[in-house]
């Protein structure tokens, strides 16, 4: 199961983190590398939605 750890207390980044939590789960259970694929890319976007949220957070310091 993913580490979760390094949650923040906000909670953006808690639903973050958990959808980070699911997508892993899911990856691990996929059946082809196709599905893999999928979900890697749905990562990918999560990923750069979490950037994009610390970059405007530090805008606003």
Do not use: P, W
């Not at 259970?29 to 976007?45: C, N, P, T």
Request: charged share 35%; with cysteine.
């Amino acid at each position: 199961m993913f580490n979760r750890t390094m949650a923040s207390s906000t909670d953006s980044s808690t639903a973050v983190d958990d959808e980070v939590c699911q997508l892993y789960e899911r990856y691990q259970a996929a059946e082809s590398d196709a599905e893999r694929r999928e979900i890697a890319l749905e990562m990918g976007k999560l990923d750069g939605r979490r950037h994009s949220e610390i970059y405007a957070a530090l805008e606003n310091e």
